[in-house]
T-cell receptor, first 114, second 112 residues
Framework: RKEVEQDPGPFNVPEGATVAFNCTYS??????FFWYRQDCRKEPKLLMS???SGNEDGRFTAQLNRASQYISLLIRDSKLSDSATYLC???????????????FGKGTKLSVKP | TAGITQAPTSQILAAGRSMTLRCTQD?????MYWYRQDLGLGLRLIHY???????GKGEVPDGYSVSRANTDDFPLTLASAVPSQTSVYFC???????????FGQGTRLTVV
């Protein structure tokens, strides 16, 4: 299994729809996870952190399934402005040692249509 | 506004020339990173630094060098640019470990 794997999409959904993305990871010792949002030609920006079983922020819910080693991002009532690429991020296991890098998935592209 | 700043925003560079991409953060973060992003390949780590005075190689370090003389600055140097180094380069910083990273606005580099 790759370190972090995402469905690249694109996911094309109508406004108001509910959409979910999954991200699988290989390091069973990972303790925290992140979802980033990246707009076209812009830098990635933190959307949500997931430190335990899940996190909710308005229309966005992130869930963690440690047994199956995946995290998900659920977007309810999709808006046009939600169109972006969503990156799943897993920190390194051996932080403070030789490894210092976050591990990014390649991203899932979401396009919300009127 | 506090954050992380990259310069230049974009650059066209002749093959064989050298160039330094600048990155400065004012959040006093311990760790800094350089990524390149190419279509279909996602973000790939070039070099990183866990703390001032130390650096490490990432996934794609060849052709690039970095230094970390102080906490705030983490320049990336291309000694002799090649067309395959055409990419968007992002600098990022974090407290390290299991903490989120903050990104600069990116440098769009074209090597011709």
């Amino acid at each position: 299994r790759k370190e972090v794997e995402q469905d690249p999409g694109p996911f094309n959904v109508p406004e108001g729809a509910t959409v979910a993305f999954n991200c699988t990871y290989s390091n069973s010792a990972s303790q925290s996870f992140f979802w980033y949002r990246q707009d076209c030609r812009k830098e990635p920006k933190l959307l949500m952190s997931v430190y335990s079983s899940g996190n909710e922020d308005g229309r966005f819910t992130a869930q963690l399934n440690r047994a199956s080693q995946y995290i998900s991002l659920l977007i309810r009532d999709s808006k046009l402005s939600d169109s972006a690429t969503y990156l799943c991020v897993v920190p390194p296991m051996n932080y403070g040692g030789s490894q210092g890098n976050l591990i990014f998935g390649k991203g899932t592209k979401l396009s919300v249509k009127p | 506004t506090a954050g992380i700043t990259q310069a230049p925003t974009s650059q066209i560079l002749a093959a064989g020339r050298s160039m330094t991409l600048r990155c400065t953060q004012d959040m006093r973060h311990n760790a800094m990173y350089w990524y390149r992003q190419d279509l279909g390949l996602g973000l790939r780590l070039i070099h990183y630094s866990n703390t001032a005075g130390t650096t490490g190689k990432g996934e794609v370090p060849d052709g690039y060098s970095v230094s970390r003389a102080n906490t705030d600055d983490f320049p990336l140097t291309l000694a002799s640019a090649v067309p395959s180094q055409t990419s968007v380069y992002f600098c990022a910083s974090s407290w390290g470990g299991n903490t989120e990273a903050f990104f600069g606005q990116g440098t769009r580099l074209t090597v011709v």
